[in-house]
Every structure is written in structure tokens, then in C-alpha cells.
């Protein structure tokens, strides 16, 4: 409750909106101290909503994130500098790498790992980039440093975090895995396919990524180029019609040393193909590009997440239990949503579900009557008014203002009249 009507994971901010019924110091102990079974809350809240809503296939989807931070941040639990696709630069934060589950009913956050580059990796990187642009050759370079266990990468948390699932979650079946080019490698796809059950792997690969067919290599950029694909229509996450241009062939991937199905992917109003790679051969052309599809749902997911269940925001609870934990909670918040009366009778009905916006806004005015009820309903109403104006005066503040000058000295702003003949001078 204090991350719906705050929107934030601050101590401070929940005694403030509780008006001191709950405060900092029992909020802290409780977060640090409790004997709660932190690994298996998440859990259990998966379990639960996967029986309520009778979940018994799925798919699961795979992408990362990052959270900016201050930039400097000695408590914050595995804060690194990390590349800033937006504008080229580099920002001090968290990067996380999330599983959601897509049903045919809901979606839902299902588990999550923090990653950190390893440092002698990023170290060996950077020298190797000097070296090679001043033209030292790649025998005379020093080789990359082994793989460090302690800094597992992407994939592998990717793995894990698969692993994890399917092994407290027996009864799904999961259909197939989706995830972007960053796990289409040889090594994340051989990683993923031995997740029980065999599900489809659905990734994607690069333009410039070599094929074999007929005994000739070609880029997959030249391979169909060639061979063009057709004008196919597709049902956008089981929605809308489109109608895309498709071609697909099962090739010979040189970097896998393995065959893969390979789509070309071109929706409408784009002028270059995406290429989607696939595990299974055994699928139409079709459902691996409208399963691919549902990948995006993972974007609406961190969209959500960021906006309005509180994570983002102000977080700064030190240390990895203060990183994990809270984050669990955030995580919890989400699947709290699912459990209101409104949108359970929409999902079981099989009615759109409400966004996680409007349910916190609903939710949030549903608080705001609750407390009004509580002063109708008691005798000494006037009392009870004038008791809960004290505490707001006395919780929430006036905070002093910096950004205007009425309380400080601006200065002398004006010419010294003994030092004008050295203006005229020059």
C-alpha cells in the first residue's frame, strides 16, 4: 500500500502518507530484520496467480533493462557505468535482466536477476580497442581474460532464471522462449534448448550474420535479397491484422555450426527485413513470427513497472539485500493488481484487463472515501477533523526553498565609479 499511494520504496515517504502510524525505524527493522522468506515470496505469488487463473501453458520472454543512478554510488548493490543508447554517453547505474510470462490470460513478471560486467573483461576490451586501431594484429594482442563465475553473463542469468521457472513451476508448459538479438547467439540459444520440455527458441540475428545454402555462404542480407519474401497476413499479439512481407528458409547458420529456421521479417512502412531466428523446425512460419510478436509485451511490462510501481523511482536501500528485497516488493505490487475484484471479473470474462495506471488511480480514490467514511462515521466528526489536520501540518512540511534569493545577499550589481576610467581606456 505505501508503493501504490507513493509510488516510491522510501521509508520516509510511507510514515509521511501514513501520518506517523507506521515509521521509519520499525519500516527498516521489519525490511532488514524480519524472519521473511524473501526467495520464496515471489514464488509463492506466481504460484498463486497461476491457480487462480487456471495457467497451464505459456511463453516466456527474456530482456534487460537499466536504472540510472547517482553518479556516485558506493551502497547501491552492483551500480557499473553503462552505455547510454539514447544519446551515446555513458550514466552510473543497474542494469537487471527480467523473465515475464505471457499467458493466454495475463502477463506477469516471474523473475529477475542483477548483472555486472566483469571488470578485467571491460578492462581487456578497452586495451584491445587501442591496440587494434593502431594497428596492432590480433596474434600480437593479449587474448581475453578468462570467464569469471562470479560475473555470469546476460545468457547465462537468462538460463538461470529459465531454469528456475520451470523447475518450481512444473505444471506450465512453456510453449516457446522469445528474446531479442543479445540471446542469439550459438551459446544462448544451445543454453536455452535444454530447458526442459524443448520449448521454441525465438531470437533474432544480425544482417550481416553468414548462411550456407547449396553448398555457398551468403550474408542474410544478400540470402534474401534474393530469394524476396511474400506479402503474408499476421495477427499482431492475437489482435490486429497486418499485412507483412515474409520469407523464411531453413539454413545453415555458420556461427552455429547447426541448421536454424531463419525468417525475414519486413512490417509495413519498413524498408529493410529483420531476421528471426528459431530452434525448432518443426513450427509454421507464421507462428514463429506471431509468437515473436509477443516479445513486445516485455516493453508494456517495464513501461508499467517504471512508471508507476515505485522501483524506479526513489530505491535506496543499500546493499544486495536492500536492492533485491525491494525490488521483490515492487514486483509484488504488480501482481497484488491482479487480485482486484475489477480486474479479476474482466480476465475471467475475457474482457480487456484495466492498465496498471488506472487501477492504481481507482485504487488510490478508493483510499481517499475509505478515509472520509472513517470521519463520517465517528460521533466526535469535528475532532477527528481537526486531530487529522494536525497531523498533516505536522508530517508533511514546509521545506526551505533555494532557488530564490529573497533570504540571501544577491550582491553588488552595478559599476564602481573609481574604476570607470580603466573602461574608457580600453
Known amino acids: 500500500m505505501g508503493i501504490l499511494l507513493t509510488n516510491t520504496v ?17 519500516l527498516s527493522w521489519m525490511f532488514r530484520k524480519g524472519k521473511i522468506s524473501w526467495d520464496w515470496l515471489l514464488r509463492a505469488s506466481v504460484g498463486l496467480l497461476l491457480k487462480k487463473y487456471n495457467i497451464s501453458e505459456a511463453v516466456l520472454v527474456i530482456d534487460d533493462t537499466d536504472h540510472r543512478r547517482a553518479k556516485k554510488t558506493s551502497q547501491i548493490w552492483k551500480a557499473q557505468k ?12 543497474q542494469s537487471l535482466v527480467f523473465l515475464v510470462l505471457v499467458t493466454p490470460k495475463i502477463t506477469i513478471p516471474v523473475g529477475f536477476r542483477f548483472y555486472q560486467a566483469d571488470p578485467d573483461l571491460v578492462a581487456w576490451k578497452k586495451a584491445d580497442k587501442k591496440l587494434k586501431k593502431s594497428g596492432v594484429k590480433k596474434k600480437d594482442r593479449p587474448a581475453a581474460p578468462a570467464a569469471n563465475p562470479n560475473y555470469p553473463s546476460k545468457q547465462k542469468l537468462a ?12 505444471s506450465v508448459k512453456i510453449k516457446a522462449i522469445t528474446a531479442d538479438a543479445l540471446y542469439g547467439s550459438q551459446e544462448a540459444l544451445e543454453l536455452l534448448t535444454g530447458i526442459k520440455g524443448n520449448p521454441q527458441i525465438i531470437s533474432q540475428l544480425q544482417k550481416t550474420q553468414l548462411v550456407k ?18 506479402p503474408q497476413r499476421i495477427r499482431i499479439r492475437g489482435g490486429e491484422e497486418v499485412e507483412a512481407i515474409i520469407g523464411s528458409a531453413r539454413l545453415h547458420v555458420c556461427a552455429h555450426n547447426k541448421k536454424r ?18 530452434t525448432d523446425l518443426s513450427w509454421r512460419t507464421i507462428d514463429i513470427v506471431q509468437a515473436y510478436t509477443l516479445r513486445w509485451l516485455i516493453e508494456v511490462f517495464f513501461e508499467d513497472w517504471k512508471l508507476y510501481e515505485g522501483w524506479e523511482q526513489m530505491t535506496k536501500q543499500p546493499g544486495e539485500e536492500g536492492s533485491s528485497r525491494s ?53 466526535d466528526f469535528t475532532i477527528q477533523i481537526d486531530d487529522f489536520a494536525e497531523k498533516i ?9 533555494k532557488k530564490h534569493m529573497n533570504h540571501r545577499e544577491i550582491g553588488r550589481l552595478e559599476p564602481t565609479p573609481s574604476l570607470i576610467y580603466l573602461a574608457k581606456a580600453v
Open 327 to 379: 525490488l521483490i516488493l515492487s514486483l509484488l505490487l504488480d501482481h497484488a493488481l491482479f487480485l482486484h475484484p475489477e480486474q479479476s471479473a474482466r480476465i475471467e470474462n475475457k474482457l480487456p484487463a484495466c492498465t496498471v495506471g488506472s487501477l492504481i488511480r481507482h485504487i488510490q480514490g478508493e483510499a481517499f472515501i475509505h478515509a472520509l467514511r472513517s470521519f463520517v462515521d465517528t460521533e
Open 82 to 93: 553503462i552505455y547510454d543508447k539514447k544519446t551515446g554517453g555513458y550514466f552510473n547505474g
Open 261 to 278: 529456421f531463419v525468417i525475414a521479417l519486413k512490417y509495413p512502412g519498413e524498408t529493410e527485413y529483420r531476421f528471426l531466428v528459431a
Open 393 to 401: 501540518k505536522t508530517w508533511f512540511k514546509f521545506s526551505d526553498s
Open 213 to 230: 545454402f547449396r553448398g555457398k555462404e551468403y550474408t542474410l542480407a544478400a540470402f534474401f535479397q534474393s530469394y524476396a519474401g511474400v
Open 10 to 26: 522510501c521509508w520516509r515517504a510511507f510514515e509521511r502518507v501514513g501520518l506517523g502510524e507506521y515509521r521509519v525505524g520499525a
Open 159 to 170: 538460463h538461470d532464471l529459465v531454469g528456475t521457472f520451470a523447475e518450481q513451476h512444473p
